[in-house]
């Protein structure tokens, strides 16, 4: 009977361990499919966004559409102006602004972030990582198709602003939107996700639209290009980050407050005003 007691007692112990709510560790590798499936997914979740559209959205829609053709009419004012500004920027800003928004900096950046995050285990990094890659293709790959679509040309072309020659291979005719903004402010906007203190957030803000202003001293874009590729890039990243909360348990910023954007137009002024 005693051995019976013993026997009973050893079973019990070892069902008390075998706890079927512990998480099963995953591999390395199969994390990194998953948040690579995941990345692909976010990008096609980024792009179906306007089919469910309702009246705000397009409303919102409209103001930006309505703020970049103000800006447009002053286009080439600000260029003129910006571009002689240039040769009093220093340098390492200049070589920033321009390296920073560049494809292959901006994913050596953003692998980085996701590596980190995958080898360390830390899931939050992970989500991280995953919204910037996804952020950053889907958005480069919209402007590299609107660009050729529109075929606008760079003041550095000799053109003036009405200049348009849709389908043309030629770089001077790939001005709209800026692909810089859209990849570097993309980055800005999604690390900024991760404070809470709105002074933080205009600091990341701040560094993450250098690149767009970089392109304007440059003559590589005008205003109304740099303007769209800030919108966009919000919208590509709000988009993005809202899909993801279905597919990891874990946010950088839990009690992160939402971030609101409001578009001023009258006759003397368009401006963007941010409510956290």
Not at 118 to 144: H, I, N, P, Y
Not at 183 to 200: E, G, M, R, T
Not at 242 to 265: G, P
Request: charged share 20%.
């Amino acid at each position: 009977m005693n051995r019976l007691y013993l026997v009973l007692l050893l079973c019990t112990l070892h069902l008390q361990g075998q706890n079927p709510e512990t998480p099963v560790s995953k591999t390395n590798w199969q994390l990194f499919t998953y948040d690579i499936a995941t990345v692909f997914e976010g990008v096609g979740y980024a792009y179906s966004r306007p089919l469910h559209w309702k009246g705000k959205q397009w409303a919102t829609f409209g103001a930006v559409m309505g703020g970049t053709g103000m800006l447009y009419l002053v286009d080439q004012e600000t260029s003129d102006f910006l571009r002689r500004q240039r040769e009093g920027v220093p340098q390492f800003i200049r070589d920033y602004g321009t390296n920073f928004g560049s494809p292959q900096y901006n994913y050596m950046f953003t692998g980085g972030v996701y590596l980190t995050g995958l080898f360390t285990k830390d899931e939050k990094l992970r989500r991280m990582g995953v919204l910037l890659l996804s952020s950053a293709t889907a958005a480069g790959l919209l402007q590299q198709i609107t660009k050729s679509l529109v075929g606008r040309a760079r003041p550095t072309s000799g053109k003036d602003k009405d200049s348009f020659d849709p389908f043309n291979s030629d770089r001077l005719y790939h001005s709209f939107p800026s692909g810089h903004v859209l990849l570097a402010f993309s980055n800005a906007y999604a690390i900024a996700k991760a404070f809470k203190s709105p002074w933080v957030k205009a600091g990341i803000y701040t560094v993450g639209l250098v690149p767009g202003v970089s392109r304007l001293w440059d003559g590589e874009h005008w205003l109304s290009d740099v303007a769209l590729g800030v919108a966009i890039s919000i919208f590509t990243v709000e988009s993005i980050d809202r899909y993801l909360d279905k597919k990891y348990d874990k946010k950088y910023n839990q009690q992160e407050k939402k971030l609101s954007w409001d578009l001023n137009i009258s006759p003397r002024h368009v401006g963007i005003t941010a409510r956290f």
